[in-house]
Structure formats: structure tokens, C-alpha cells
């Protein structure tokens, strides 16, 4: 039995380096892996399952909590490949535990075991209904109901009360806090009335039971060993929820990486894993620096930041291939078109030499920062993704000003027509059918405005409405006029329509210039519509065809590309302009784990690029990110990312003009 085990031993060491094999060997007593990018984590939960099992470990006493289900099957599925009593190890999601566990001790929190779990569509219904109740939901004024929600559930997630969460996300709402206040309650009578719970109630109320000795010595009891994927990712009641669960055996391992920490909007606190060697006394710390994705080059640029983030656990990557690879490259533009059409015609080269669409990924801070790529591809024929944000063309503002445009192209465009008539302020569905009518029976414009529309702009109750809208289809109905000039005489026209529709969102308002930006490149409107509707992503479902990926640095988390382009490295773009008005400095520090995350998703090649010219934030200043410009660090980070970025940095920072190379 003894040799039979250390053969298992010897194979499992086989598999592994020294780090993470130290790591799935040390099962007793609480450990922390710092698991670096592309270090191997998976491999390690998988093959410390698979250890703990062989070691004669009843799998149904290990519980392995991840922030997706399809990681907690994957990594018990690839232990089971080895020893199929891995299957039997419980493994799920913090919410899914919860579940499981509350519909067993319900009764201690008043509930029935048949409780109902309110997804995301549902709280928001039942928010609403509560405003309802209370007549707060005819006040068009009033916080809508996922605004209610996301404020109620960061009140949990950060653990702030309403008026700090009103001020960190609604400002416009401080009036409003009184009955702001009086809605939570009155939604938390709501679901305990009907038996319901949503999804932050189900970690609350797990803390609530595991705080309860004897609850939680039954489940101690039961679960000897508990591991945690991705602990950086904790918020502060789930970080409670597991000191509470190992209390007793102490046989915890928690894995994750604090200089990827990149949701605290979420909740996520990146205090829970620096704390977590002094919450938990005797707690060895094992570092995974071993790099098996990225070459070396890539790596310096990762450390660099890494050498500058305060509040850290100090690590280097190395890169396990030992291959030094390219120097990654950054380039200045006058603009961020400019920069747009650079990335184009870079992509349509690496595929010309053989590189995989595929293969290649454009990161970016915000879905915003993308737009002007995403028309430049558009214009190329370039299949793409977007994931992480809207896609420009399909967001409804745009589509409501490109329908104006349609008319003018083809006034016998009866989707246009329907779209633009309900935009008109106090005009019903009843009337638009009406007009829809009498526009069919012409396809002239001019005799549109003239036949159909002059009647309504004398003696009925909109005539100011209609004789506005008539006065701007005449006004754009000109075929000399350029695209551009076109779009700004709409915009004129929808502003206001907008601020009704659309309160509260000044991010629509930006989109719109950036649209009318774009429309100055082109001398037709026939050619501008035509780009607009050729959208290369609109019947691409599973059909298995190459695209780009389109991604913000958020929603790359996990992923890689051998190719992988960094675009809008500008102080206020990345960083973020709200990061860099923060006071505390934990805003630019989050930053920089994102730009950390986002070089380290490349394998073979990476290019960064920035612009001197404000174009997509009015906190843009156009001077590269203080992440790569020396005079804002310290001088050996300065060397470290002089020689990554093979290019001389103080020339850009300086910003006194740029070459282009």
C-alpha cells in the first residue's frame, strides 16, 4: 500500500514543478498560493485533489468553492481522468453552496426549504413593485430599479451603507436617500414575505448559519479540507464565510493572484488575500512564478509593473520556456483614428504572413475606447467580437440617429420611418401607423415633407413637433451636403429627444461625437450607411469562421492570444480618468493590476500604443500611461520598461512630438 502511494507520489511529481508540487503536497494546515499569470493554478487545484484523494481522503470532505461553475467541473473532471473517486469531491460556485446549504438549515433563518431564488430580472421586478407600492415609481425622477439594485447590492458586497453607495455610484440620487432607504427595507419585508431570496442573500445568510456553533461544527465536521479558487476575487462576506468554515481544521488553501485583483467594482476586496497569512496563523505562503504562456520580453513588462505596485505580495515571472521572444513595441499616433487605422492595417498583415484571425486579441479599458476601431474594421471587412462592452453600431442612441440618415438615402425605408416617428415627443403608436400609411404611397422625400407632413405642421396639437421634424428632413435632404454635416443637424434635433430617453447617461452623449467624428471620413452618405450596415459579426454564431477578438482587459481575465494589441494607453483612458481623480490612490493601483493583466495575456507578441490628441475622454490629456512614462516612477522600473518596450520612453512622455515608426 505504502509503495503503491509513493508511485503515485512520484507520478504526481513528475507533472509538476518544484513550487507546485510543494503546493498540492502541503495538505495540512492553511496555505496561500500566489499563483502568478499563466503559473498553472488549474493544474494545481487538479492535481491536490487528486493528492488528497490518494492520500485516503474521503473526497466527499473536500469542498472546492470557484466563481463558476465550469471551473470547479473542469478541474474535477481532469483529477477524475486519474482516479475516478475525484467525481465525488463537492464542488461549485460560493452561491451554489449557499444554496445547498441553506435549503438544509433554513429554518434557522425563518425560511421555508422551498424557498424561491430571485435571479437578477427578478429582483429588479420585485424592487419595482415595492416602488410601486409606495408610489415612488411615478416619479420619472426617481432611481430606476436596477440602479436600486446595483446600489442594494454593493450596500452588501463592499459592506457600505446606502448614502456612501449612493455617492460612489448614483450622485445625482442624494436627494433621494430617505426614501432610497425605505425601499430597501420595504424589498427585504418583500422577499421574506413570498420566500424568496436573491443571490446576495444567499451569502448573507450562509454567513449568518456558519455563525451559528453548532451549524458550523455539523459542517466542519463534514468538510475537512476546503480549497479556493481565485481568492483575490472575494468580497468581504466571503471572505468571512470561509474563515468561518475553516475555523476548526484549519486545512485551507486558497489560490490567487493579488496582482490580478480587478473587480473591486464588483465588491471584490484585494485586502482579503494580503490578510490572509495574518487571519490565519501558520500560514505557509507559496509563490507560482513559473510562466508557461508568455516569453520573457512579455514577462518584463508584467514585472515592471508588478516591481511598482504597493501593497503586494513580491513576485517575478520567469518565463518556463526560457524563450526571450520579441521585444514588445509602442507606438504614438496623432489621433485615435489614426491609431485605429494603424491596429486595421496591422491585423490585415499578421494574417497576410500567416498568423490566425483567431489568434489575435485588441484589449482596452472601456468598451467606449473601441469604437473607433470597431469602424475601422468594419470598413476593412475584418470579422470581429466584441466582448465586454456594446457594440457601437447596435447601441439604440446610434441607431436612432443613423435611422434620420436612411431617410435621406431611401425615404421608402419603412423601419427608419417607424423608428424616428416614435421618437417624436408626445406622438402615439396610433398616429405613427397613420403617417406610415400616407408615406407608403411616395418615394420622394421632398414630396414626403410636403404631401404628408405639411398638414400636421398647421392646426393639430403637435404641429410644433411636426413642423421641427419636417424642417429637419428638409434641411438634410441635400445630396451635396457631406455625411458629417448631415449627422450634426440631426444631432441638433435628438439631443433633447436623448436627455428624456435616456437620463442619466452621459456616456451616449460622448458615443454620438465619436460617431460624428467618424462620419468625417467619408465624402457619401451612401458609403457612410453602407459601413454602418455591414456589421461583420452579425451572422457569426457558431458558424466556426476566424474573428478578432475585441475585449476589455476585464473580460480577457483568463484568456490568451499569441498575439495581443493594447490600444488607448492614455492617462485618463488607461488609467481611467475616475481612477485618477481618486484620492485614496486604490483607483490607480487597481489600474495598474489591470495593465498587469493585460500584458500578460499576450504569448509571442505584443504592441502598445497611445495618441497625443484628447479623443475619446474629456479626462484624456494625451500623454502616455504613467505605467510606461518614467518621470512619474521609480528609476529601475523606468530601465525595466525602457528595455521591455525596446523604444525610448522619455521622447513620448515628454510629449513634444512623435515619430511615427
Known amino acids: 500500500m505504502v509503495e503503491g502511494r509513493n508511485r503515485t507520489i512520484q507520478g504526481i511529481k513528475a507533472q509538476l514543478n518544484t513550487s507546485q508540487y510543494e503546493a498540492v503536497t502541503s495538505t495540512e494546515g492553511p496555505v496561500l498560493v ?205 471572505a468571512d464565510i470561509i474563515r468561518l468554515l475553516a475555523k476548526k481544521n484549519g486545512n485551507i488553501m486558497v489560490v490567487g493572484d493579488d496582482a490580478q485583483s480587478i473587480y473591486g467594482f464588483r465588491g471584490a476586496n484585494h485586502l482579503n488575500i494580503l490578510k490572509f497569512p495574518t487571519i490565519f496563523e501558520g500560514c505557509k505562503v507559496i509563490k507560482l512564478q513559473e510562466n508557461y504562456r508568455s516569453t520573457q520580453s512579455i514577462l518584463d513588462v508584467g514585472n515592471a509593473v508588478l516591481a511598482n505596485m504597493t501593497h503586494k505580495f513580491d513576485k517575478r515571472l520567469v518565463s518556463a520556456t526560457g524563450n526571450e521572444g520579441e521585444k514588445p513595441t509602442l507606438r504614438c499616433f496623432a489621433d485615435v483614428y489614426e491609431e485605429a487605422a494603424w491596429v486595421a492595417r496591422k491585423v490585415q498583415g499578421l494574417c497576410a504572413t500567416g498568423a490566425a484571425l483567431r489568434e489575435i486579441a485588441v484589449l482596452f479599458r472601456t468598451a467606449f475606447a473601441s469604437m473607433p476601431l470597431q469602424a475601422e474594421l468594419v470598413k476593412k471587412g475584418i470579422r470581429y467580437k466584441l466582448f465586454g462592452g456594446r457594440k457601437f453600431y447596435e447601441t439604440a442612441h446610434v441607431r436612432d440617429v443613423v435611422s434620420y440618415l436612411r431617410l435621406v438615402a431611401n425615404p421608402s425605408d419603412e423601419l427608419a420611418w417607424h423608428r424616428v416617428l416614435l421618437l417624436l415627443p408626445g406622438i402615439g403608436a396610433r398616429t405613427v401607423e397613420r403617417l406610415l400609411d400616407l408615406i407608403a404611397g411616395h418615394s420622394n422625400l421632398a414630396t414626403i415633407i410636403d404631401k404628408v407632413f405639411a398638414p400636421f405642421c398647421t392646426g393639430h396639437k403637435h404641429s410644433p413637433v411636426f413642423a421641427s421634424f419636417a424642417a429637419l428632413l428638409q434641411s438634410i435632404n441635400d445630396p451635396s451636403m457631406k455625411p458629417a454635416r448631415q449627422l450634426e443637424l440631426v444631432l441638433a434635433h435628438y439631443d433633447p429627444i436623448m436627455k428624456v430617453k435616456y437620463k442619466k447617461d452621459s456616456s451616449r452623449a460622448k458615443e454620438l461625437i465619436m460617431l460624428e467624428h467618424m462620419a468625417r471620413r467619408y465624402d457619401t452618405l451612401k458609403d457612410f450607411l453602407a459601413d454602418v450596415a455591414v456589421d461583420p459579426d452579425k451572422d457569426s454564431k457558431d458558424d466556426g469562421l476566424e474573428y478578432l477578438t475585441l475585449s476589455t482587459v476585464h473580460s480577457s481575465k483568463g484568456l490568451e492570444w499569441g498575439k495581443v494589441f493594447i490600444i488607448g494607453l492614455v492617462d485618463g483612458v488607461f488609467p481611467s480618468g475616475r481612477a485618477l481623480s481618486n484620492g485614496d490612490g486604490s483607483g490607480i493601483e487597481e489600474e495598474k493590476r489591470l495593465f498587469y493583466v493585460a500584458a500578460t495575456r499576450a504569448m509571442n507578441e505584443l504592441f502598445l500604443s497611445y495618441y497625443n490628441k484628447n479623443g475619446v475622454s474629456e479626462r484624456s490629456i494625451g500623454e502616455l500611461c504613467r505605467f510606461l512614462e518614467p518621470g512619474n516612477v521609480k528609476q529601475t522600473y523606468e530601465e525595466k520598461v525602457v528595455k521591455a518596450v525596446n523604444v525610448q520612453v522619455r521622447r513620448y512622455a515628454r510629449n513634444s512630438g512623435y515619430k511615427r515608426r
Open 34 to 238: 500566489i499563483a502568478g499569470a499563466g503559473s498553472g493554478k488549474t493544474r494545481v487545484i487538479e492535481y491536490r485533489s487528486l493528492h488528497l484523494v490518494q492520500s485516503e481522503v474521503d473526497p466527499e470532505s473536500i469542498l472546492l468553492l470557484t466563481f463558476t461553475r465550469r471551473s470547479a467541473q473542469e478541474m474535477i473532471e481532469r483529477a477524475s481522468r486519474n482516479d475516478a473517486r475525484c467525481s465525488r469531491i463537492d464542488g461549485g460556485t460560493f452561491h451554489s453552496f449557499a444554496s445547498k446549504t441553506l435549503r438544509r438549515y433554513s429554518k434557522n433563518l425563518g425560511l421555508s426549504s422551498s424557498f424561491t431564488i430571485y435571479d437578477e430580472g427578478d429582483a429588479e421586478e420585485a424592487i419595482r413593485r415595492c416602488c410601486n407600492k409606495m408610489g415612488y415609481d411615478q416619479d420619472k425622477e426617481f432611481p430606476k430599479k436596477n440602479e436600486l439594485k446595483n446600489v442594494f447590492s454593493l450596500c452588501i458586497n463592499k459592506g457600505l451603507d446606502v448614502d456612501d453607495a449612493v455617492s460612489k455610484t448614483y450622485e445625482d440620487y442624494q436627494g433621494w436617500l430617505g426614501e432610497i432607504k425605505t425601499v430597501q427595507k420595504e424589498y427585504g419585508k418583500y422577499k421574506l414575505k413570498n420566500n424568496c431570496v436573491d443571490y446576495d442573500d444567499l451569502l448573507v445568510y450562509l454567513k449568518i448559519i456558519l455563525e451559528n456553533d453548532e451549524v458550523r461544527e455539523r459542517l466542519s465536521s463534514r468538510y475537512r479540507y476546503i480549497m479556493v479558487d481565485e481568492f483575490q476575487d472575494t468580497n468581504g462576506v466571503q
